[in-house]
Each structure stands twice: as structure tokens, then as C-alpha cells.
């Protein structure tokens, strides 16, 4: 993953930029960086702030052709590896030690019916201060190179990619790096808000939780970790 790759120092969003050069023939592995956006997003339709020359912002294209119910989790997976500290909150934003989010992910997806799937997979990875409020740089950890940074997570990212044909190994990577199951829980969903305990991973990757005496599964919303 990388290659072809683009570098802008401004622009709106590199998931734009991205889908654009997707639609004009970029193949698998593309990538595009810029320094700094002008509507960047993230999930939920919430923007993405980050600070320019501070950040790693990048989008990298995906033309899947098996199922991509676990992607979001893979991408987790390698981003905590190739970070190297921190845990994961369901889905996949990486949590500091101290809850501070270091980084989000967003995967933007045109699922094939007869042509094949698309992914556009983007990152934002705060690395140095200044940070939004409430997040984490990854430098206030321990020494970072941005561009050792870059190759190692690509290169993460690559190997989790191969690994969706082993979905059992992502759902216990991704628990082995959890700081969401056991924890009292909000979730907001595009259906409503509950309170509950996180309890499992299910097999396509939703997020068990018990509310209420109830078992719900989870497949897409915003969870809030209480009492931490
Ligand atoms: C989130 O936690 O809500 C996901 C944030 C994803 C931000 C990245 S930065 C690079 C790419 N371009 C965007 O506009 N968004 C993603």
C-alpha cells in the first residue's frame, strides 16, 4: 500500500481527492496525504479538525472482493500496531493510556452489486501538540518520525488486509487490544441512545451489549466509555 501515492499541502478532504482519482482509475493501494484539510470529516458526520504539519491525514484506496464486515476492526488492529501503545474503543479510534484519543478512522464504503466494492479508508493521527480539545499527540509519548510512521502503518495495514480471510484472528487481535468489552457503555445509534455493558465482539464484528436485562448487538454507532 502507497503506491501510487499524492501529496498536497491543502486541501478539502484527501477521502475527496481520493474518490475522485478512484473513479478515474486509481488502483488498489493509492494514497493520498495532504498536510492540511479545509472539510475534513469523521464519523458520524462530525468534521475532523487536525493541525497542519502536526498530523498524519491520509486516505488509502481498497477495491475489495471479499466480505468487509470486519474492516473497520482490521484497520483498528494495524493502527494500534504500528503505534505501538494505547487501546482500541469500538470500533476503532485509538485511545491513549489516559482515554485521550489519538486517532479515528473512517471507512467509506460503495458496496459492489455488479461492479466491484470501493473503499475509501481514511486516517487522522494526531502526532505532535497542538491537538484538538481533549485528544492526544503521539510525540507526548516518545520520540516520532512521521514518515517511519507512515511506511510502518501501510505496511499494518497491508498485513490486516490479507488477514480478512481470517476473521477469527482479527476478533482476537482486535480484543486483545480492547478497552471497550467489560466496560459500562453509552451508545448512540443512528436509532437511539442506550446504556449498558459492553460484553463481546459478534463474528461480523458488532458490539454485544447488555442493557437493561436485554442482549443487543451493535452494528454501527458512537460509544462513550463511563468513568473513564
Ligand atoms: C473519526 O474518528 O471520526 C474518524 C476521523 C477520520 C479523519 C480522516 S483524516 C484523513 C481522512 N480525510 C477526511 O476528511 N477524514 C479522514
Redesign the pocket.
Known amino acids: 500500500f502507497g503506491r501510487p501515492y499524492r501529496y498536497l499541502g491543502h486541501t478539502t ?3 475527496d481527492v481520493l474518490r475522485q482519482w478512484a473513479e478515474d482509475g486509481a488502483p488498489e493501494g493509492a494514497v493520498v496525504l495532504a498536510e492540511r ?1 479545509s ?6 458526520g ?1 468534521p ?1 479538525i ?1 493541525t497542519p504539519g502536526s498530523s498524519l ?3 488509502l484506496l481498497l477495491r475489495p472482493r471479499s466480505p468487509i464486515a470486519l474492516l473497520p476492526l482490521a484497520v483498528g488492529v494495524a493502527l494500534r500496531e504500528a503505534v505501538g501503545l494505547g487501546g482500541l474503543k469500538w470500533p476503532n ?1 485509538l485511545l491513549a493510556p489516559d482515554g485521550r ?1 489519538l486517532a ?3 471507512v467509506e464504503a460503495r458496496v459492489g452489486t455488479s461492479s466491484p466494492g470501493l473503499v475509501i479508508l ?3 493521527l494526531n502526532v505532535r501538540p497542538p491537538v484538538p480539545p481533549g485528544a492526544a499527540a503521539l510525540s507526548e509519548f516518545g520520540p516520532v518520525n512521521r514518515a517511519e510512521l507512515l511506511a510502518r502503518l501501510l505496511e499494518e495495514l497491508e498485513n490486516q488486509y490479507e488477514n480478512l480471510s481470517k476473521p477469527e484472528r482479527i476478533l482476537e487481535d482486535w480484543k486483545k487490544y480492547s478497552v471497550t468489552l467489560g466496560q459500562e457503555v453509552t451508545v448512540k445509534t443512528p436509532r437511539g441512545e442506550l446504556r449498558g455493558r459492553a460484553l463481546d465482539l459478534a463474528e461480523d464484528g458488532a458490539l454485544v451489549v447488555e442493557s437493561q436485562g436485554a442482549t443487543e448487538r451493535i452494528a454501527a454507532g458512537d460509544v462513550s466509555l463511563i468513568g473513564r
Do not use: E, H, V
Open positions: 478532504s484527501t477521502q484539510q472539510a475534513g470529516r469523521g464519523r458520524m462530525r475532523w487536525s491525514t491520509f486516505s479510534d484519543k479515528g478512522i473512517l481514511g486516517i487522522g
